[in-house]
């Protein structure tokens, strides 16, 4: 029987048709295929923008699958107890998925593998989220990767399989179980009053995803060693919102990135190098769990970084208001649109922990709930590269200036206009916008006096380094 009876299909960070190793495996077995999204504790304790993001993917992977006729099945509550009550109702044998990596992925998933073969069910699991498997990446020595240049040097080269099609047919259930509304889940509910805002800077979708990859080798990838450093500039390719959510897959990307090489287009071998920094995270997290939620480098536990979040200092942070303009541009624009330029990412994070001198952790948390582009591997070990306490990390004497920065990627203020509004004549619609999100209760308006800087630059420099050579370890 357990060649005939169903396959549960479980989706989760590979929201996508095209390119997907357990689909095609289930659908080349023959027998029907049920797909199934589950509404865990994991997916309720996402940040508020990132919940909404997610909410928007399953429902164009649910769209995609009904043109298929097939569909998306929602089920709500512990994993491992959905899977079982789906098993029982469509007498399915086998359970499929694509593998994650991050460490509460990773025990959440080897906790159900291991119910369900004591259960008698077959489970399989295959690459979804990485080019490069952790356990598949080596040193010469046989440990894993510290540092990544010599990771990306030693997987530049190695042959990454081509793209999987999309199946033609997928195989139905005589009968489907019931499924939740996604309405009903209420995804967006914690947006409050700026869903509406954020959801309009949101490319959604397989399709858009690709489309999205093709728009930028066409016509950005040969500059984009120059333009993905200017934060006004739409230089860089976007993608890093649909990877989160496996709508297009990190091999499509690799294998786009190499035809432009191939082509001529020598900057696509940065991008190809941006798509394996990616990789590095997921290295990190799989061999060094302890990356996601506390410092990497152990010893920099003595290392007295404030953490309390009710600092006034911090709270300006937050809502851009730190009397620092590229600071304060980049925030707004995260708040407003769940994305944040990298030249932006890297100068707030190196002034939250080195000009105000508090945990990363602080920022971590804060981007958990602001970007549609959340990743917890990424997301980590960004965050402790700029504060230090990472591998391969800024040293602790490399303090961004956040003016200088500003002289040098944003040299006619097109960035700060476009998020800045106090002070100006006419301030955009972007720096408007910015005060429609944001809650009332941070009493913040387009006409305020923008206020001087919380911490002087170099002042908060002098102290960092006080702070870094002081250090007793």
């Known amino acids: 029987m357990a060649g005939t009876t169903p396959i549960i299909l479980w989706f989760r960070r590979d929201l996508r048709l095209g390119d997907h190793e357990a689909l095609t495996a289930a659908c080349a077995t023959g027998r029907p295929v049920i797909p199934v999204f589950i509404h865990d504790d994991l997916v309720a304790g996402l940040g508020a923008a990132?919940?909404?993001?997610?909410?928007?993917?399953?429902?164009?992977?649910?769209?995609?699958?009904?043109?298929?006729?097939?569909?998306?099945?929602?089920?709500?509550?512990?994993?491992?107890?959905?899977?079982?009550?789906?098993?029982?109702?469509?007498?399915?044998?086998?359970?499929?998925?694509?593998?994650?990596?991050?460490?509460?992925?990773?025990?959440?998933?080897?906790?159900?593998?291991?119910?369900?073969?004591?259960?008698?069910?077959?489970?399989?699991?295959?690459?979804?989220?990485?080019?490069?498997?952790?356990?598949?990446?080596?040193?010469?020595?046989?440990g894993f990767y510290k540092v990544y240049t010599p990771m990306w040097k030693s997987v530049r080269d190695r042959g990454v399989p081509d793209a999987l099609p999309t199946p033609a047919k997928i195989p139905l259930p005589d009968q489907w179980p019931d499924t939740d509304a996604l309405e009903d889940w209420k995804m967006a509910a914690a947006?409050?009053?700026?869903?509406?805002?954020?959801?309009?800077?949101?490319?959604?979708?397989?399709?858009?995803?690709s489309h999205r990859l093709g728009a930028f080798i066409a016509d950005r990838v040969a500059t984009y060693q120059k333009n993905r450093d200017l934060p006004a500039v739409k230089g860089t390719s976007g993608l890093s919102e649909n990877l989160t959510y496996g709508e297009i897959s990190p091999r499509r990307c690799w294998h786009a990135g190499w035809r432009a090489l191939l082509e001529g287009k020598a900057d696509g071998e940065v991008f190809l190098k941006e798509l394996v920094w990616r990789e590095f995270a997921y290295h990190l997290a799989f061999h060094t769990p302890?990356?996601?939620?506390?410092?990497?480098?152990?010893?920099?536990?003595?290392?007295?970084?404030?953490?309390?979040?009710?600092?006034?200092?911090?709270?300006?942070?937050?809502?851009?208001?730190?009397?620092?303009?590229?600071?304060?541009?980049?925030?707004?624009?995260?708040?407003?649109?769940?994305?944040?330029?990298?030249?932006?990412?890297?100068?707030?994070?190196?002034?939250?922990?080195?000009?105000?001198?508090?945990?990363?952790?602080?920022?971590?948390?804060?981007?958990?709930?602001?970007?549609?582009?959340w990743d917890p591997c990424s997301n980590a070990m960004g965050w402790q590269w700029s504060a230090g306490s990472g591998p391969d990390a800024t040293p602790y004497?490399?303090?961004?200036?956040?003016?200088?920065?500003?002289?040098?990627?944003?040299?006619?203020?097109?960035?700060?206009?476009?998020?800045?509004?106090?002070?100006?004549?006419?301030?955009?619609?972007?720096?408007?916008?910015?005060?429609?999100?944001?809650?009332?209760?941070?009493?913040?308006?387009?006409?305020d006096a923008y206020p001087d800087p919380v911490v002087p630059v170099d002042q908060g420099r002098k102290r960092a380094l006080e702070a870094y050579e002081a250090r007793s370890f």
């Open 191 to 209: 947006m409050q009053r700026g869903a509406d805002i954020l959801e309009s800077y949101c490319t959604v979708g397989e399709n858009a995803a």
């Open 290 to 373: 302890r990356i996601t939620s506390g410092n990497w480098k152990e010893d920099w536990d003595q290392f007295p970084w404030n953490t309390d979040e009710r600092l006034a200092e911090v709270k300006a942070w937050k809502q851009g208001r730190t009397g620092i303009k590229f600071v304060d541009a980049a925030m707004r624009e995260m708040y407003v649109t769940g994305t944040m330029h990298n030249r932006g990412r890297m100068i707030v994070a190196s002034y939250l922990t080195k000009h105000l001198l508090c945990h990363w952790k602080i920022g971590l948390d804060w981007f958990a709930d602001c970007l549609i582009d």
């Open 397 to 447: 004497f490399r303090v961004f200036n956040p003016v200088t920065q500003l002289d040098k990627f944003d040299k006619d203020r097109t960035y700060v206009s476009r998020w800045i509004a106090e002070g100006a004549s006419a301030p955009s619609e972007t720096a408007l916008s910015y005060f429609d999100m944001i809650p009332r209760h941070w009493n913040m308006a387009p006409t």
């Open 50 to 142: 990132p919940k909404m993001r997610l909410g928007l993917s399953i429902a164009s992977l649910s769209a995609s699958l009904k043109d298929k006729d097939s569909r998306l099945i929602l089920r709500k509550g512990e994993a491992l107890d959905v899977l079982r009550d789906l098993i029982r109702q469509t007498g399915a044998g086998a359970v499929y998925w694509s593998r994650l990596y991050d460490p509460d992925s990773v025990a959440r998933d080897k906790a159900v593998k291991s119910a369900l073969k004591d259960d008698g069910i077959t489970v399989e699991s295959f690459k979804g989220h990485v080019l490069f498997e952790p356990w598949t990446v080596e040193t010469k020595t046989g």
